[in-house]
């Protein structure tokens, strides 16, 4: 057990002689990854992105809400239902903040919510929906909605 153990401190020294050129190049690494960082950041932040017509509080601009706009999710794979009709405030007994009035009466109407979109802004007008129908108690169809078309 009289083993020793080896002072690494020389070996480093051997390997980092010239310690000037060493000192160099992490400095210039150093500058590069930060130029780099500012220069991503700045491309990144100036990119236009596809929810555009967000105001600064995260509500749609009104004039952008036109016929044949759509907005919200692209993702089809979780909001695969579709449903078309004039969507007005309300639920039904505490299930969903909207519903859907559809063509056939009453019994047609699909009770709604939204986890990503203000569906305010969308009242009073003739929509296509595009959501996730969820379980309920009270409503005979429940969408959570991830995307919403102006038809009219």
Do not use: C
């Not at 979109?117 to 969408?143: C, H, I, P, S």
């Amino acid at each position: 057990m009289d083993a020793q153990i080896p002072n690494l401190g020389e070996d480093y020294q051997k390997l980092s002689s010239d310690g000037k050129m060493n000192k160099g190049l992490v400095v210039f690494l150093s500058l590069a990854m930060v130029v780099l960082g500012i220069g991503s950041g700045y491309f990144l932040s100036n990119r236009k992105e596809a929810s555009s017509s967000l105001g600064t509080n995260g509500k749609i601009n009104a004039s952008d809400i036109v016929k044949g706009k759509e907005f919200g999710s692209n993702d089809t794979a979780n909001f695969k239902d579709i449903a078309t009709g004039v969507l007005e405030v309300g639920g039904i007994d505490g299930e969903g903040t909207h519903h859907l009035v559809r063509e056939g009466g009453p019994t047609q109407t699909v009770y709604l919510m939204s986890s990503g979109l203000d569906l305010d802004q969308f009242q009073g007008r003739k929509v296509q929906v595009w959501g996730k129908t969820m379980k309920a108690q009270k409503a005979g169809w429940f969408m959570d909605v991830g995307r919403v078309k102006i038809l009219e």
